[in-house]
Nanobody, 126 residues
Framework: QVQLVESGGELVQAGGSLRLSCAAS????????MAWFRQAPGKEREFVAR????????YYADSVKVRFTISRDDSKNTVYLQMNSLKPEDTAVYYC???????????????????WGQGTQVTVSS
């Protein structure tokens, strides 16, 4: 069972930056593909970004492309989400997710992932 703990969410002004972190308990963290999702009040959870097991490939939602960067440090069992040029519409609870094996599901859908963190709140004021 992988335990994921997100941190770094806070209140920030539009145009500002934040870096979210997600620490994993699993020693074999490097064998997991990782992703970030977010959920705004009254909306469904949506895909933000994902990174492959070796970090060689990343993929982003169109709404965050260029502004956000996902990365991982396997020596620290941590995945990051660098968020720049934040907008009020980025306000949401951000979740990290992990999946162990290639289950054939697209990596931008939430049910593709086996493990989830508890989320961290990001609020962007205008």
């Amino acid at each position: 069972q992988v335990q994921l703990v997100e941190s770094g969410g806070e209140l920030v002004q539009a145009g500002g930056s934040l870096r979210l972190s997600c620490a994993a308990s699993e020693r074999t963290f490097s064998s997991y593909a990782m992703a970030w999702f977010r959920q705004a009040p009254g909306k469904e959870r949506e895909f933000v970004a994902r990174i492959t097991r070796n970090g060689g490939s990343t993929y982003y939602a169109d709404s965050v492309k260029v502004r956000f960067t996902i990365s991982r440090d396997d020596s620290k069992n941590t995945v990051y989400l660098q968020m720049n040029s934040l907008k009020p519409e980025d306000t949401a609870v951000y979740y990290c997710a992990a999946r162990k094996s290639n289950n054939g599901l697209p990596t931008w859908i939430s049910r593709s992932y086996d493990y989830w963190g508890q989320g961290t709140q990001v609020t962007v004021s205008s």
